[in-house]
């Protein structure tokens, strides 16, 4: 790659985002003060119009104020009386135990003041202007469906086949974690029944499973992966009124908790990864603005989301992005060298890998194949493709120096965090089931594991014990110690306020000789930052 100025820029880049930690990181839904309610009318009419514009991504100008400095107002959250010990898995865990507690007791007051739960009205009613119509769920449905006296019945479908195959590892780190929860009989005497489908990334299929899985399996909450796969899907199981948490993709339409309260967000949106990448460029590249992009785009609703997203940071930022070639490829494609030679030929001052799965490792090594790598300023690879044993190690050296904006998420087979107590835990854990313990998304799934089991065990502690719409009222008051985040990126979902539970991300890059992801400057992280997308793709997007 080009490296003209590289210490220069290595400098800048420190310093505009340890601005960004510091601006953003403690960014909260609590109440402004009298004062700043009194002058801030006209800013809220501004924010409100801007909000249709960029719902479902941070916006433009909360990260420009970032990167300058300006304060952003945010106040300190409440701070909680929980002990702090994350040097061992037993400190982690009695944290956990606490701000279990601490969550569990909130919502217990507000439902015995009869403030939240289901009313008279037969609504349930939740923070921050959550409510939802139960009345319009189907004539049959029950609160309680999928349990039994021994089973929670958790249904997911997911892509074990194909070209994306490698992220059915999620599933299987999952399982391990759901195994490990299982023994600790923390349910009720329930354990965690996880029925998992297997759709080859074929929105068709997904079709088909979920009925099924609705239909025959009987089961309390679903979960699936894959923007195509779930965009098929969310409008039916909404309206089932079936728990549908933590989505496995980062598409923004998850972040709609008025038309589609039952579904709810996990990872970065993957339109805030669109602007990140245009916010590096824009400092990194400062003294060769504006620079030309291409993105190689996996041709369905995700690779569409990145496209859209990054386009609309291009239109708005010609001092930035000269022009901007979007290159599509077929998902089941063996190859991807056609469209690597139509980026090559466009000459691109930076590359963006826009696709997931298998591609992405193609990816890389058709860019070095070509000679493109050494000509261009830099090349990113997607979030999605962060972990090192499915999609760089394999690439060797030609994966070296590659940026990710990461979304914060730590790889549990990177060398420099395989000692954390946590992640220490949970590659003891895969390798005691049998498994291998670098896999990066084996890992990654034991990761979310724990997330759920978080939230089913909330559900569980409040009056009436595990329902659907306990698990609900837990979803949208969640807010944990996620050990597998980077400091300084915070997990929350909080009623229709904040709908995105990871809004942050770090920027790193790729060291090929020692397989490990080196951080640059400090997380961005904009917590409850991210407006609510209700996703309409004829129309641009978010709205």
Not at 514 to 527: F, L, P, S, Y
Request: glycine share 10%; aromatic share 8%; hydrophobic share 40%.
């Amino acid at each position: 790659m080009k490296s003209s100025n590289a210490f220069l820029r290595l400098l800048a880049l420190l310093f505009a985002f340890s601005m960004i930690a510091a601006a953003c990181g403690s960014d909260s839904d609590s109440d402004s003060s009298s004062s700043d309610a009194s002058s801030s009318s006209s800013e809220a009419a501004e924010a409100e119009e801007e909000e249709e514009d960029t719902g479902g991504t941070l916006s433009q100008d909360a990260i420009e104020k970032a990167v300058s400095g300006e304060d952003d107002g945010a106040e300190e959250e409440v701070a909680s009386d929980c002990p702090v010990d994350r040097s061992t898995v037993e400190g982690i865990f009695a944290e956990a135990d606490c701000g279990r507690d601490e969550i569990i007791a909130m919502i217990t007051a507000k439902m015995e003041a009869g403030e939240w739960g289901v009313n008279s009205d037969n609504h349930l009613i939740g923070p921050s202007g959550m409510e939802v119509d139960l009345n319009a769920c189907p004539a049959d449905w029950s609160d309680t469906t999928g349990l039994t006296d021994t089973q929670l019945r958790f249904g997911q479908t997911t892509v074990q086949s194909g070209n994306l195959a490698a992220y059915g590892n999620l599933s299987l780190g999952m399982q391990i974690y759901f195994d490990y929860v299982n023994s600790l009989d923390v349910l009720s005497g329930r354990d965690i029944e996880f029925i998992i489908k297997d759709d080859g990334y074929v929105a068709a299929q997904t079709i088909e499973y979920v009925d099924e899985l609705i239909e025959s399996e009987n089961v309390f909450l679903l979960q699936g992966l894959g923007s195509p796969n779930g965009l098929a899907v969310y409008d039916k199981i909404n309206e089932e009124c079936i728990p549908h948490p933590f989505y496995l993709s980062g598409h923004p339409a998850w972040g709609d908790p008025v038309n589609h309260p039952w579904t709810t967000s996990r990872q970065m949106s993957y339109s805030t990864e669109a602007m990140l990448w245009g916010t590096w460029i824009k400092t990194n590249l400062a003294d060769q603005l504006p620079v030309t992009v291409a993105g190689l785009v996996m041709d369905n609703d995700f690779g569409l989301a990145y496209e859209m997203g990054f386009e609309a940071y291009a239109e708005n930022n010609p001092d930035v992005v000269s022009e901007y070639l979007p290159v599509r490829h077929d998902p089941a494609a063996p190859t991807l060298t056609n469209e690597v030679t139509t980026i090559s030929a466009f000459d691109p001052d930076v590359f963006i890998s826009m696709t997931a799965g298998n591609p992405c490792l193609l990816a890389i090594q058709e860019v070095e194949s070509s000679g493109l790598l050494d000509r261009i300023e830099a090349a990113f690879t997607p979030s999605v493709c962060k972990g090192i044993a499915a999609y760089l190690a394999p690439a060797g050296m030609a994966a070296d120096n590659w940026w990710v904006v990461g979304g914060g998420l730590k790889d549990t087979t990177d060398s420099k965090n395989m000692e954390e107590p946590f992640i220490k835990f949970l590659r003891q854990l895969m390798t005691d089931a049998g498994e291998d313990p670098n896999i990066s998304l084996t890992g990654d799934g034991a990761c979310r594991g724990l997330e759920f089991t978080e939230a089913f065990r909330i559900a569980d502690g409040l009056p009436g014990g595990m329902s659907r719409t306990n698990l609900m009222l837990a979803l949208r008051n969640f807010k944990i110690y996620q050990p597998c985040t980077m400091d300084g990126i915070d997990t929350e979902l909080s009623g229709n306020a904040d709908a995105y539970y990871i809004e942050g991300s770090d920027f790193s890059q790729f060291d090929a000789e020692e397989q490990t992801w080196i951080q640059i400057g400090g997380v961005v992280d904009a917590n409850g930052g991210t407006p609510n997308c209700a996703w309409d793709k004829a129309n641009g997007g978010c709205r």
